[in-house]
């Protein structure tokens, strides 16, 4: 659905204000004298708003339950924040809402693949309960509009909007849908992009729109889909968008190499600049008197773009960052949780907020009691696993199958089963994927290129193997040990005992949450068609 058939923008007349604020309050725990420098940079970026802005622009804008923005970035491992300890870059905003309110050390994507996470997210429940919509360029079904969580609060009295990506890659009107779940998209606002791998969306400027939009005794609710850090990236654009080459770690599963440790950089800047858009989008809420009544959560998809990463059940993969600051119903903002938490979680979380009814098919569990606790560390006894998997990712194998896998992760161990592992992981070596490329579940790279080009060197072949070579049907990693999954422990008798366990915990999973390979060990999902144009 195009913009002007949404939005008849141009007959509104809605003036765009230039954004101002106030400091951002300054009762913030600090986790280190880096994270204080960070903090006390960002209340100064946003003081300094003070002296752009007209005066008297606060709404006084105030509702019976709290608004809520959401922002998911597009690719981004968890590790990846200055929060989290990267230094190549600092995420102002990311560590400002972690510092404020929670930050989640354990938190897991229900998919590596960008739109089964993201309905696994909307509708509260594992991917594998998504039906056709559990793969990327898929129809969605009718039916999970009763689960969106998004739909849902609408009906609450909810003003719901979104920026540039919503619940996608999909087709939604194959089954009837009216649009995206999000409502209505703001992508009028537009800015001259600072490097070809950037969209010129002005996604701040479009938050604003959609403020200036709402009604001042509603709540809202806006999703900020960023496309970054998405590739591809404008080659060695990292630098020229704040990220300090020499700080890059690259991770274990790639070779430190300067083409792998600019392609890192390149991506990390994509972060940084995400970052610098929800600090604005911050700056905003304070200006208009909103931020003490509006929940921020800041996550992403699944994992960073690179081999053996996105599009994978490993650590990279599914692990992903999460923020959430609610200044008037988090307890002891500040707090660092380390429960296992799902992403599939923040739908019954905001369900209860908003005092919608959370329906009984969601698999997800509330975060109330950890918004309520005083505590940090772990907190709730019953979050002990996590869960996540995968079907089709893109056409990229003979006859357009898909590398089913399942994964269960404790707080130690990350089990996963391969259901062909016959199959190519990341797609055919010989035949190209319909978007033209060899090893089609891996997004085009200089990582990825360089990788196929040195496969030969002895010092690059493991790399290579890891990301593109055949698997077996288990795999089973000590991730405190070896986050990078380089290790596989399930022939080794001495982790037998831990592999039985996880496997009869995922299996009982699968049957509770009726995973048709778990009931009747057929696939659903490779013969839905694949939405996709050329």
Known sequence: MENKDVYLFSVLNVKVNQMATSSIPHSIKYRSKESFIRIVSLSFFLLSFCFQSSSGQGSEHRSKHPNILICITDDQSWIHTSFAGEKAISTLAFDWVASEGLYFSNAFSASPSSSPSRGAMITGQEMWRLGEAAQLFSAVPKELEAL????????????????????????????????????????????????????????????????????????????????????????????????????????????????????????????????????????????????????????????????????????????????????????????????????????????????AKVPDEMTGKSLMKIFNSSKSGKIEKGRRYVFAGKERHTLCREGDVGYPQRSVRDYQYLFIRNYEPDRWPAGSPDTPSIHGFLYGDIDESPSKSYLKLN????????????????????????????????????????????????????????????????????????????????
């Open 148 to 355: 969106s969580f998004p739909l849902l609060l609408e009906k609450k009295g909810y003003f719901t909007g979104f920026t540039q990506k919503g619940w996608a890659p999909n087709n939604f009107h194959q089954y009837g849908w009216d649009h995206n779940p999000f409502g209505f998209i703001y992508n009028l606002q537009e800015l001259q992009a600072p490097t070809h791998g950037i969209v010129s969306n002005n996604y701040a400027r479009n938050f604003k729109l959609f403020l200036d939009l709402c009604s001042e005794d509603e709540p809202f609710l806006f999703w900020f889909g960023s496309s970054e850090p998405h590739r591809p990236f404008e080659v060695n654009s990292g630098a020229s968008l704040g990220a300090d080459i020499e700080q890059v770690v690259v991770p274990g599963f790639l070779p430190d190499v300067p083409e792998v440790r600019g392609d890192v950089a390149d991506y990390l800047g994509e972060i940084k600049w995400v970052d610098q858009q929800l600090l604005q989008m911050i700056a905003t809420l304070e200006e208009k008197e909103l931020l003490d009544n509006t929940i921020i959560i800041v996550t992403s998809d699944n994992g960073m773009a690179f081999p053996s990463a996105k599009n994978n059940l490993y650590e990279y993969g599914i692990h992903m960052p999460l923020a959430i600051y609610w200044k008037e119903g988090i307890k002891n903002g500040g707090r660092v949780i380390d429960d296992l938490v799902s992403l599939t979680d923040i739908a019954p979380t905001l369900l209860e907020i908003g005092e």
């Open 455 to 534: 496969s030969y060197d002895p010092k690059v072949k493991p790399f290579f193997d890891k990301a593109m070579a055949k698997r077996p049907a288990e795999e089973l990693y000590d991730i405190i040990k070896d986050p990078a999954c380089l290790q596989n422990l399930a022939d080794n008798p001495e982790y037998a005992g831990v592999k039985k366990k996880l496997t009869g915990v995922l299996d009982k999973y699968l049957v509770k949450t009726a995973d048709p390979r778990a009931l009747t060990g057929e696939s659903l999902w490779d013969q839905f068609p694949y939405h996709f144009n050329k």
